[in-house]
């Protein structure tokens, strides 16, 4: 029996994710990394073999709350509930923490990116929700 090869990827449309197989649009996704998990057990099922799921080290606090995928926040409710300091961007609770408490853009920024499984030390404000803020002690070097 001969093998096939087949083209699988994932390719980003105006609002959704497509998988196409063999150029051919198959399924469409919000979701960027649902795509890519589809695209991998496409992959592992054309060989005639069980897709194994890797287990991945996760935030305890943040794998409890409800993600918002379109705005990529979590809901004030959920985050309340973790405990955790909430504070508002510009305001004085939040200046005296700006240099060490920073938002996962911020850590990628100054080469201090997120670990897995690192946990939250507060929430910032933004428009829709909240984002996890993270403990760097040397948040203002390099910006």
């Given at each position: 029996?001969?093998?096939?090869?087949?083209?699988?990827?994932?390719?980003?449309?105006?609002?959704?994710?497509?998988?196409?197989k063999d150029g051919k649009l198959i399924l469409c996704l919000k979701d960027k990394?649902?795509?890519?998990?589809?695209?991998?057990?496409?992959?592992?099922?054309?060989?005639?073999?069980?897709?194994?799921?890797?287990?991945?080290?996760?935030?305890?606090?943040?794998?409890?709350?409800?993600?918002?995928?379109?705005?990529?926040?979590?809901?004030?409710?959920?985050?309340?509930?973790?405990?955790?300091?909430?504070?508002?961007?510009?305001?004085?609770?939040?200046?005296?923490?700006?240099?060490?408490?920073?938002?996962?853009?911020?850590?990628?920024?100054?080469?201090?990116?997120?670990?897995?499984?690192?946990?939250?030390?507060?929430?910032?404000?933004?428009?829709?929700?909240?984002?996890?803020?993270?403990?760097?002690?040397?948040?203002?070097?390099?910006?």
């Open positions: 029996m001969s093998k096939r090869l087949m083209k699988i990827e994932v390719i980003s449309l105006a609002y959704e994710y497509g998988i196409y990394e649902n795509a890519e998990l589809i695209k991998d057990i496409i992959k592992v099922d054309a060989e005639y073999k069980r897709y194994q799921l890797k287990e991945i080290k996760r935030s305890k606090i943040l794998d409890k709350l409800a993600y918002d995928t379109q705005y990529k926040c979590y809901r004030a409710k959920d985050c309340r509930e973790t405990g955790l300091p909430m504070v508002d961007y510009g305001y004085s609770n939040y200046i005296e923490y700006a240099d060490k408490w920073l938002s996962k853009t911020r850590c990628k920024k100054i080469k201090q990116e997120v670990k897995e499984g690192e946990e939250p030390v507060a929430f910032l404000r933004v428009m829709y929700g909240y984002v996890p803020l993270y403990l760097r002690d040397e948040g203002n070097k390099n910006e």
